[in-house]
């Protein structure tokens, strides 16, 4: 019994090729997200950062790997004052951090794979290569003004000066020629090889602060997952320096807050977990940074007692944004292994930078770290950025029952949370992913701190008792992709059953 899950059909059919072909989820899930660089270039590629959650059934055991990496060795707030920023550019070269990606799959595959590295990138290369249509969805993300400005950019995905079309065909050759380098020389020629070299020339000459020094420099960790019970799960998921605490802290509160545990999706129930947000993204954004650098009480955050003690006394605070842009993939194999995965270049098209020659697209996860030298996410040599990226699993009786996770920065947490009690409460995972969802924030240009996007097949009743509650609610379409891209699979006993979300293509 197998299963695989992607935002991209191609993408989910790659990993289920590997699997056919006797891979394990391992080796499925590095194949789909290299097949994800190819048709959803938008949202992930080799110049970001991921991060992995594996169960391997040998042990019996949920292994992380933090695939992020961490800022440039000149990246001060002096250097960007001296460029005159008062904060870090949202694009271009002085957004970068190290890509962690190539990294954390030399790694994770070093450890838990069965099949070489080559034979589960070359598809994706000539994926890249030949060309894969553009969906409507991806042709939903194409910015002219920032497409246009890079000549790499340009050359793949505008014709005459325009972004290309739904239906049009998208050749990114540079891209596989760098997926083929990697799949000859390894994963580690991006860090200290030909590519690397190129990539920091690139860089070096665009004025940025990325140098060889800084990739060559660059490592994963293997850390300690998080996790927390709730209603007879054990939820596990990815520690700081990603935001994944604040989910388990929502779960903790709702087991506490009145109509925590009504009906998912109900206005009563709705009601509580909006509040249990509020109270876990006061505390995220209040401590959530690199463990290496700042301390992040993560004991604390996630003990029931503490979310009793948010319950009885709610704190002040003002939420801060998280944006970005995601793939979120997970495979399960017939050995009983599982593998839960969410990989970014952060924001669509990430810095909208390629060095020249190299076809990678560099993350502009260095844009998110702060100039203020009193926030735990202030920018400082070889720090990794407080980062939205979250994969999760939640097991029953020691073994994985549920394999999920979502793109959509800021409301990742809230998604995931929606999905699992959705899952707990009878729902298959398709039906799950596809459930109308809430999502409270700044997410949208105008919005309040409080701003609660609501699709509007939650109905009108629902709609309604929300603003009795006195929440401002936003009402946006069925299946918005403003709500992020969901997908899961569940493994309940000798079934496997697999759902991905409608707001993607996959």
């Known amino acids: 019994m197998t299963a695989v899950v992607s935002p991209h059909r191609r993408a989910t059919e790659a990993g289920q090729d590997v699997l056919a072909a006797g891979g394990n989820a391992l080796d499925a899930a590095l194949a789909t997200n290299a097949m994800l660089w190819a048709c959803y270039p938008?949202?992930?590629?080799?110049?970001?950062?991921?991060?992995?959650?594996?169960?391997?059934?040998?042990?019996?055991?949920?292994?992380?790997?933090?695939?992020?990496?961490?800022?440039?060795?000149?990246a001060t707030p002096e250097a960007y004052a001296q460029r005159g920023h008062s904060v870090i550019p949202a694009k271009g070269p002085l957004s970068l951090a190290v890509p962690g990606v190539a990294a954390g799959w030399d790694d994770a595959s070093r450890r838990f794979g069965s099949i070489p590295v080559a034979d589960l990138l070359r598809p994706a290369a000539k994926a890249a290569r030949d060309g894969v249509a553009v969906t409507a969805k991806l042709a939903g993300w194409m910015d002219g003004d920032l497409l246009s400005a890079d000549p790499?950019?340009?050359?793949?995905?505008?014709?005459?000066?325009?972004?290309?079309?739904?239906?049009?065909?998208?050749?990114?050759?540079?891209?596989?020629?760098?997926?083929?380098?990697?799949?000859?020389?390894?994963?580690?020629?991006?860090?200290?090889?030909?590519?690397?070299?190129?990539?920091?020339?690139?860089?070096?000459?665009?004025?940025?602060?990325?140098?060889?020094?800084?990739?060559?420099?660059?490592?994963?960790?293997?850390?300690?997952?998080?996790?927390?019970?709730?209603?007879?799960?054990?939820?596990?998921?990815?520690?700081?320096?990603?935001?994944?605490?604040?989910?388990?802290?929502?779960?903790?509160?709702?087991?506490?807050?009145?109509?925590?545990?009504?009906?998912?999706?109900?206005a009563r129930q709705l009601g509580a977990f909006l509040e249990a947000k509020r109270l876990a993204y006061l505390d995220r954004n209040r401590y959530l940074g690199d463990p290496?650098?700042?301390?992040?009480?993560?004991?604390?955050?996630?003990?029931?007692d503490h979310a009793r003690r948010l319950a009885d006394e709610a704190p002040d605070g003002t939420p801060s944004s998280l944006e970005g842009d995601t793939v979120y993939l997970a495979a399960v194999d017939g050995h009983g292994n599982a593998c839960s995965v969410i990989q970014s270049i952060y924001h669509p098209f990430g810095s909208g930078f390629v060095p020249r020659g190299t076809g990678v697209l560099m993350a502009n996860r260095g844009a998110y770290f702060s100039l203020d030298r009193r926030h735990p996410n202030v920018i400082a040599?070889?720090?990794?950025?407080?980062?939205?990226?979250?994969?999760?699993?939640?097991?029953?009786?020691?073994?994985?029952?549920?394999?999920?996770?979502?793109?959509?920065?800021?409301?990742?947490?809230?998604?995931?949370?929606?999905?699992?009690?959705?899952?707990?409460?009878?729902?298959?995972?398709?039906?799950?992913?596809?459930?109308?969802?809430?999502?409270?924030?700044?997410?949208?240009?105008?919005?309040?701190?409080?701003?609660?996007?609501?699709?509007?097949?939650?109905?009108?009743?629902?709609?309604?008792?929300?603003?009795?509650?006195?929440?401002?609610?936003?009402?946006?379409?069925?299946?918005?992709?403003?709500?992020?891209?969901?997908?899961?699979?569940?493994?309940?006993?000798?079934?496997?059953?697999?759902?991905?979300?409608?707001?993607?293509?996959?």
């Open 381 to 506: 040599p070889g720090k990794r950025p407080v980062h939205t990226l979250m994969a999760s699993i939640a097991l029953k009786d020691g073994r994985p029952w549920l394999v999920f996770g979502t793109m959509g920065g800021e409301g990742q947490p809230q998604t995931n949370v929606q999905v699992l009690l959705r899952v707990l409460a009878g729902a298959g995972p398709a039906e799950a992913v596809a459930a109308p969802r809430v999502l409270s924030g700044q997410i949208l240009p105008g919005d309040a701190d409080d701003q609660v996007h609501v699709e509007e097949d939650l109905g009108e009743d629902v709609i309604a008792g929300l603003r009795r509650l006195g929440h401002p609610v936003k009402v946006v379409r069925k299946h918005d992709e403003l709500m992020g891209h969901a997908h899961a699979i569940l493994v309940d006993r000798d079934r496997v059953s697999a759902g991905a979300d409608p707001r993607s293509d996959g």
């Open 292 to 304: 290496a650098y700042v301390p992040v009480p993560v004991d604390l955050l996630t003990s029931l």
């Open 152 to 266: 790499a950019l340009a050359a793949a995905f505008t014709a005459a000066g325009q972004p290309l079309r739904a239906g049009a065909t998208i050749r990114q050759p540079d891209l596989a020629d760098a997926i083929d380098r990697l799949a000859d020389a390894g994963f580690p020629d991006l860090y200290r090889g030909d590519l690397g070299s190129a990539i920091a020339r690139g860089i070096a000459d665009a004025g940025g602060l990325l140098t060889a020094a800084d990739l060559e420099a660059h490592a994963s960790l293997w850390v300690r997952p998080v996790a927390t019970r709730f209603d007879g799960v054990q939820v596990v998921t990815t520690p700081p320096n990603s935001q994944g605490i604040a989910a388990l802290e929502m779960l903790n509160l709702l087991s506490l807050l009145e109509g925590g545990r009504a009906a998912p999706g109900s």
């Open 42 to 74: 938008h949202m992930c590629g080799l110049g970001g950062d991921l991060w992995i959650l594996y169960f391997d059934a040998a042990t019996s055991q949920v292994h992380c790997l933090n695939g992020s990496g961490g800022a440039p060795r000149a």
